[in-house]
């Protein structure tokens, strides 16, 4: 295998977090893959249970969690740690954040059930991807926003404040604030005005 790390001291992890090739399959980022998925996973089993200390596990795997989030399990992340969401954003079940790269939700969004946030890329080389080399772009969806149910948003795109983005609809390209945009790869269809009809 070629070493594409030759002079460059930093970690995988620190890799990852810069937007650079890393190994996915480095011992610390799996290590703290598994901790996010049993944190997933007790949260899950705590709700379920009706326990109200549910919601300490999921502080203990979101990074950045607003106040009064409402999240219904099952959730799942690749760390949990790079994801932030604002406050009183409302979050359907199967939600799955892969957060290689920062992950940020603004306040008051509502995120319908089998959204999936997807920050990973992958090499187009073969040998790359044979040798298990992965990049990742953040994702950033401002406040107010509403995904309906089954939107994937792709590496790197940004969608504003205010705007919907139509159920099934590929979130391929940054979409700005105050529209609705529907389709694969999602489009803008109209703009949102201040007395919407």
Same mark, same amino acid.
């Given at each position: 295998?070629?070493?594409?790390?030759?002079?460059?001291?930093?970690s995988?992890?620190?890799?990852?977090?810069?937007?650079?090739?890393?190994?996915?399959?480095?011992?610390?980022?799996?290590?703290?893959?598994?901790?996010?998925?049993?944190?997933?996973?007790?949260?899950?089993?705590?709700?379920l249970?009706?326990?109200?200390?549910a919601?300490?596990?999921?502080?203990?795997?979101?990074?950045?969690?607003?106040?009064?989030?409402?999240?219904?399990?099952?959730?799942? $992340?690749?760390? @949990?740690? =790079?994801i932030? +969401? !604002? &406050?009183?954003?409302? /979050?359907?079940?199967?939600?799955? #954040?892969?957060? *290689?790269?920062?992950?940020?939700?603004?306040?008051?969004?509502?995120?319908?059930?089998?959204?999936?946030?997807?920050?990973?890329?992958?090499?187009?080389?073969?040998?790359?991807?044979?040798?298990?080399?992965?990049?990742?772009?953040?994702?950033?969806?401002?406040?107010?926003?509403?995904?309906?149910?089954?939107?994937?948003?792709c590496?790197? $795109?940004?969608? @504003?404040? =205010?705007?919907? +983005? !139509? &159920?099934?609809?590929? /979130?391929?390209?940054?979409?700005? #604030?105050?529209? *609705?945009?529907?389709?694969?790869?999602?489009?803008?269809?109209?703009?949102?005005?201040?007395?919407?009809?």
């Amino acid at each position: 295998m070629t070493d594409f790390f030759a002079g460059d001291p930093r970690s995988h992890r620190e890799r990852m977090l810069a937007g650079d090739l890393y190994l996915g399959d480095d011992p610390e980022l799996v290590a703290r893959a598994d901790r996010a998925a049993r944190l997933a996973d007790l949260y899950h089993r705590q709700t379920l249970a009706g326990d109200p200390g549910a919601r300490d596990w999921l502080r203990a795997l979101i990074g950045d969690l607003g106040d009064d989030v409402a999240i219904r399990p099952p959730l799942r $992340v690749d760390y @949990g740690e =790079n994801i932030s +969401i !604002g &406050a009183r954003t409302f /979050v359907n079940f199967n939600l799955i #954040a892969l957060d *290689v790269a920062r992950i940020t939700i603004g306040a008051d969004c509502q995120i319908g059930p089998s959204v999936q946030l997807l920050t990973p890329t992958h090499p187009i080389d073969p040998q790359m991807r044979r040798d298990k080399l992965e990049a990742a772009e953040p994702i950033s969806i401002g406040d107010n926003v509403w995904l309906g149910g089954g939107v994937i948003v792709c590496p790197g $795109v940004t969608i @504003g404040d =205010n705007s919907v +983005i !139509g &159920a099934g609809s590929v /979130v391929t390209r940054d979409i700005p #604030a105050d529209v *609705v945009a529907v389709g694969s790869p999602a489009r803008v269809v109209r703009t949102i005005g201040a007395v919407d009809d």
